[in-house]
């Protein structure tokens, strides 16, 4: 079985400084992993995923996120937040495509 | 870039009314999806259908609910007789595959509220 812990129900920052987002999982064997954004009162939209191949793994918006096997982690970061970034986000694991609680991140000017 | 389309984007329904929620998916993607988001809380699967058959279905999706691809392009969600606590945000989703590495696309989803 595989699940997803997201570790912060909500991340609040101030603009300029840096982002992470908390994820753990949970696999029996190698995961795919991805994370969705959902801005208010809008759609879900991939923002990056891994998939065995770099363990360091860039996606839109300037985000990224590393995969440390070692720690079951798959936590994203962005250097700078910007105030376009206040958002949902949300971790998946795996074929079962099972969603994560959710982090709300703030972002203050 | 080819998108997941989902009509309407709010639907009103009475308390006892069957609602059908309707998907295009992307038109080369072979498996669909339902998830449910009430409002506030996290995104819950609801059910994934492939080559006509549900594949998979959660503790959620009860008798009161069914799925359908009447032809080449639409997917449906219905449900039959709508409780208050259906009320949500409804997103289908498509993937190419089944594999790991083949993520999601979501579509803007259907703000249900049942009064």
């Known amino acids: 079985a595989q699940s997803v812990t997201q570790l912060d129900s909500h991340v609040s920052v101030s603009e300029g400084t840096p982002v992470l987002l908390r994820c753990n999982y949970s696999?029996?064997?190698?995961?795919?992993l991805f994370w969705y954004v959902q801005h208010p009162n809008k759609g879900l939209q991939l923002l990056l995923k891994?998939?065995?191949?770099?363990?360091l793994v860039k996606g839109i918006n300037g985000f990224e996120a590393e995969f440390k096997k070692s720690e079951t982690s798959f936590h994203l970061t962005k250097p700078s937040a910007h105030m376009s970034d206040a958002a949902e986000y949300f971790c998946v694991v795996n074929n079962d495509m099972r969603f994560g609680a959710g982090t709300r991140l703030t972002v203050k000017p | 870039e080819p998108e997941v389309t989902q009509t309407p984007s709010h639907q009103v329904t009475q308390m006892g009314q069957e609602v059908i929620l309707r998907c295009v998916p992307i038109s080369n993607h072979l498996y669909f999806y339902w998830y449910r988001q009430i409002l506030g809380q996290k995104v819950e699967f609801l059910v994934s259908f492939y080559n006509n058959e549900i594949s998979e279905k959660s503790e959620i999706f009860d008798d009161q609910f069914s799925v359908e691809r009447p032809d080449g392009s639409n997917f449906t969600l219905k449900i039959r007789s709508t409780k208050l606590e259906d009320s949500a945000m409804y997103f289908c989703a498509s993937r190419v595959r089944r594999q790991s590495n083949s993520p999601l696309h979501f579509g803007n989803g259907t703000r249900l509220t049942v009064t």
């Open positions: 891994y998939t065995s191949a770099a363990t």
């Open positions: 696999s029996s064997y190698s995961p795919s």
